[in-house]
């Protein structure tokens, strides 16, 4: 990571990091000014939430899948109430890995797999055990 950040010209993919011409810093930047732009939007956008998620986010992404799949309105799968939005794939990683793995559990993961992941489990005395995906291919 501190070669990928070093040297900005190089594109890693070893860290997620995304390539910086993408970035949308420009509407970003829109964005954000008029969400701070008042009170009633500014501090709620910069206070601690639920760790679901925020409820609007949550019921309109909610709302969007279930168009996306083209089901009923009143289909529990798309209800606000059972999805969480994340900050980001590390949070999710360990509030999955929290709810369903006790300590001295092994888990299997793909051997390469996601550093992070590793790192959750070790912190939770977890053993992850890799092996390759396609091992079963010939």
Known sequence: MD?????PQVDSLAAGFTD???LPVADVRELMNEVLNSRRTGCPALQYGSTAGDPG???????GLRRQDGARASDPAF????????????????????????EGDIV?????TYFVY????????????????DAGRH
Do not use: F, K
Not at 3 to 7: G, P, T
Not at 108 to 112: G, R, T
């Open 20 to 22: 910086n011409e993408s």
């Open 57 to 63: 986010l949550r019921r309109v992404t909610a709302q």
């Open 108 to 112: 299997l993961v793909e051997d390469p």
């Open 3 to 7: 070669v990928a950040l070093s040297r």
């Open 79 to 102: 209800s606000p109430e059972r999805m969480v939005i994340t900050n980001g794939s590390q949070q999710m990683l360990y509030m999955v890995t929290e709810a369903l793995c006790d």
């Open 118 to 133: 590793l790192g959750i489990l070790q912190s939770r005395g977890i053993r992850g055990r890799g092996g390759a995906a």
